[in-house]
Each structure stands twice: as C-alpha cells, then as structure tokens.
C-alpha cells in the first residue's frame, strides 16, 4: 500500500509524458506540442501541479490500490495447485506459476486500464480552460470509467493491449517462481553447512 502511494506520482507523470509525446507527433507542426513532448520528467511534474493541483499526481490510485491483490491471487493460486502436482519439477514449477499470473492478470487487467486512463486525464486543466467539454463529463471514479470502456467497446476494449501486458508479467513471474525454489534450496543447504561445521568446531 505505501509502495503504490510512493509510486503513484511517477507513474501519472510517467503516462502523461507518453500522452504528450503522442498528441505531439499527433500534431507534429505544432511547436507548443513539440515543447511538451521534449519536456522532462521534473517539467511535467511541475506543469501538472501548476494546471491541476497536487491531487492530480494521485489519479488512478483507486485502481492502483485494487492491483495489489494481483500478486496475492497469484500466490493463492499457486499454492493452491501445486499439491495436485506435487512433487514439483522445475518445469511444473514455471508453467504454474505463469498459470498463476496469467489468472491473476486476466482477473485485475481492466483496472490497469482504468489507471492509465484516470492518470492521463488532463479534465481540470481543460475545464479550466474551457477548450474541452467532453473532458468534463468524462467519468471520474474508475468503475464508472470501466463501465464507459465497456459499453463503447465491450470487453476488446476493457482487454486491450494485455497481450504485451501477459508476456511481461508471466514470463517474469514463472521465472520468480522457479528462481524463488532454486535460491530456497541453496540457503537450506548453505545452513546445513554451516550447521555441519558448527557442530564439529564443537566437538
């Protein structure tokens, strides 16, 4: 929970660089866009406490919240399944574990869709501005924005992208998960050493 409080201000600047960026070569004559694409981290930061307040830099930290489960449905999972295989191999190993994380990342995915669409939001500076009325019926909370995601685009669109999304988190968790054995295994053994020797220093 801390960690996400922590982090949840890089990663809304983080998304607002990458929007930026794009709306920029979106608009590639534009030198003002062009601007706000070159810009750095520490300059978007400050543009977006200057246009929206402080508050802004923790968009999206409901859904970031929600995601926190994902690794504990992840592990629940796993030691769910694994006496049904057991004992496990290493192979078993890793195709449960990104069994695991391919559940649990198909259970939390919409809400990481949710959080970069809150995060990128830019609603206070356009009403402000008045340039954009669209931006200011745009749903606020994330189960409302879900539901907005779902009824235009039905479940495509609450999924989009999650196969980018699956290749990184399974193939780096089933790995965690076999490394996670391996390295336990080492320290056992390294302890009865050490146990071992003890025992003889004794003696």
């Known amino acids: 929970m801390v960690n996400v409080l922590v982090t949840n201000p890089i990663w809304v600047v983080n998304n607002r660089c990458?929007?930026?960026?794009?709306?920029?070569?979106?608009?590639?004559?534009d030198a003002d866009a062009d601007a706000v694409a070159d810009?750095?981290?520490?300059?978007?930061?400050?543009?977006?406490?200057?246009?929206e307040g402080l508050g802004a830099l923790y968009k999206g930290l409901a859904p970031a919240m929600v995601?926190?489960?994902?690794?504990?449905?992840?592990?629940?999972?796993f030691e769910s399944l694994k006496p049904a295989f057991a004992p496990l191999s290493r192979l078993s190993r890793f195709l449960l574990g990104a069994l695991a994380k391919t559940i649990a990342t198909l259970a939390t995915y919409p809400y990481v869709v949710a959080k970069s669409r809150m995060q990128a939001d830019k609603s206070r500076r356009n009403i402000a501005a008045g340039s954009s009325a669209s931006a200011s019926a745009r749903p606020a909370s994330a189960r409302a924005i879900l539901t907005d995601i779902y009824?235009?685009?039905?479940l495509p669109a609450l999924y989009a992208g999650i196969g980018v999304k699956l290749l990184q988190?399974?193939?780096?968790?089933?790995?965690?998960?076999?490394?996670?054995?391996e390295v336990f295994k080492t320290l056992l053994l390294v302890l009865k050493l050490i146990a071992g020797a003890s025992g003889r220093a004794v003696a």
């Open 18 to 29: 990458i929007t930026d960026r794009k709306a920029a070569a979106d608009a590639d004559a």
């Open 67 to 77: 995601l926190v489960v994902n690794p504990i449905i992840t592990y629940t999972i």
């Open 169 to 181: 988190s399974v193939s780096r968790n089933a790995l965690l998960f076999l490394i996670e054995d």
């Open 39 to 51: 810009a750095g981290l520490l300059a978007t930061l400050a543009r977006i406490v200057a246009d």
């Open 151 to 154: 009824a235009t685009g039905g």
